[in-house]
């Protein structure tokens, strides 16, 4: 019954997603990939927000997300009322007389066919494709790697004519689906691309990572992200600029409300640790690409310890032993202690010690709280706690333990809403 509910629901709200889209006509910015999905799409809204623009709500992503966004309500969980009034709502947007002028979406692919659906009724006219981990995460529930990255394939096909596909020239995935779409095609990444970002530093100093960014070989602007750390912030922001450009929004403007705009919870986030400590947290989700991404920042780090704290990652089928114990071998070229979580983050322990890791700076807990108090043990001013995990890991609730007293968790931290809390 529960399962039937759900698709009368999706049912609904998209059809009045794709009224809505059909009386209104947005300009509609897509935003798919396998790394960053989000943080791209904050850094897009950030650097529209001087135009009329709707963004998806947090990582609402999925068959209830893109209509969500277009009619512009949150979920309503497992509340029948409040669906009944997400419904109601939909109905006053397609009979109102005002909509944003654009549209931001998000979307996402947990199995074969769900992008393909959204693009049978959301025709972009710009796709954003980030990057792909070697692993992806989602995997499992694909039939293999290229069925997944397929699947992403379908939004790049999704522009309109006259339309714009922009992606990360250092991935090789996004450049081979790019070699097959016939759109005006703009590249970006730290390697290649038609915009490129250099000379990338982190600062625990005043928390945040800077960048120049150059276009056609000559320099645009300078771009910083407060409060993250790593290259993926940066990443994640320069197809904002590449949008703000084509839309003719001033550069500079733009690059100021990306400094500016407020970070997506668990997502590199710098935040102010007990007794003097620096934490990292990158808590939100976890996919191989990512947790080498954060582990290599760490490394970088000007620190007296380096600690981290890895929880297991999901989905990743016979993917899985692979992935954590390259984990590992990363972890312990970047940092002083590991604590693991999990069953499937006991491999990322034999890959610490199998890379030179002293047995003693490796300590296997269970779940995430037993690491918080773990850590809690061993902590000492200067220290910086780098923590990652699969959302079931829950890792935030160790973050939790760690944030100093006036930290409020409910303003920072990730899955802080009654509906996760209960779990």
């Given at each position: 019954m529960k399962e039937l509910i759900k698709y009368i629901i999706v049912k609904i709200i998209t059809i009045e997603a794709k009224l809505i889209l059909n009386k209104h006509k947005p300009f509609i910015i897509g935003i798919t990939g396998n790394l960053g999905k989000t943080s791209t799409k904050d850094s897009v809204v950030a650097a529209l927000s001087d135009l009329q623009v709707r963004g998806t709500e947090k990582s609402l992503n999925s068959e209830f997300g893109?209509?969500?966004?277009?009619?512009g309500e949150k979920s309503?969980?497992?509340?029948?009322?409040?669906?009944?009034?997400?419904?109601?709502?939909?109905?006053c947007v397609y009979f109102g007389t005002t909509y944003p002028k654009y549209l931001v979406l998000e979307i996402g692919a947990d199995h074969k066919g769900d992008i393909e659906s959204v693009t049978k009724w959301v025709k972009t006219d710009i796709t954003i494709l980030t990057q792909f981990s070697e692993i992806p995460v989602?995997?499992?529930?694909?039939?293999?790697?290229?069925?997944?990255?397929?699947e992403k394939q379908f939004l790049a096909e999704a522009v309109k004519e006259g339309g714009v596909f922009i992606y990360n020239s250092d991935c090789k995935d996004s450049r081979g689906i790019a070699e097959k779409i016939n759109r005006k095609k703009i590249s970006f990444g730290i390697h290649s691309g038609d915009w490129?970002?250099?000379n990338i530093k982190n600062s625990l100093s005043v928390p945040g990572v800077t960048a120049e960014v150059y276009s056609d070989g000559d320099k645009k602007l300078d771009l910083s992200c407060d409060g993250v750390l790593g290259d993926s912030p940066i990443l994640c922001a320069l197809p904002a600029i590449i949008v703000a450009s084509k839309l003719k929004v001033n550069l500079d403007n733009a690059a100021a409300h990306i400094h500016n705009m407020k970070r997506a919870a668990g997502r590199m986030r710098v935040l102010e640790g007990k007794d003097n400590t620096v934490i990292i947290d990158d808590t939100y989700n976890a996919s191989p690409l990512a947790t080498e991404h954060g582990l290599h920042t760490l490394g970088q780090l000007d620190a007296k310890r380096k600690i981290a704290v890895l929880g297991d990652m999901l989905e990743l089928g016979e993917y899985t032993k692979e992935a954590h114990t390259k984990a590992g071998s990363v972890a312990a070229k970047n940092a002083h202690i590991l604590f693991t979580v999990g069953n499937r983050a006991r491999h990322i322990a034999?890959?610490?010690?199998?890379?030179?890791?002293?047995?003693?700076?490796?300590?296997?807990?269970?779940?995430?709280?037993?690491?918080?108090?773990?850590?809690l043990k061993i902590l000492q001013a200067g220290d910086v706690v780098y923590l990652k995990g699969s959302q079931c890991m829950r890792m935030e609730r160790a973050v939790?333990?760690?944030?100093?007293?006036?930290?409020?968790p409910h303003q920072h931290l990730v899955r802080q809403e009654e509906e996760w809390l209960k779990r």
């Open positions: 893109v209509p969500l966004t277009v009619i309503g969980w497992g509340n029948i009322l409040k669906w009944f009034y997400v419904i109601y709502r939909g109905v989602h995997v499992e529930n694909f039939a293999n790697r290229e069925e997944l990255v397929r490129v970002a250099k034999e890959g610490a010690l199998d890379n030179g890791m002293n047995g003693e700076a490796v300590i296997q807990c269970e779940n995430s709280r037993d690491a918080g108090r773990e850590v939790k333990m760690l944030l100093a007293d006036h930290i409020d």
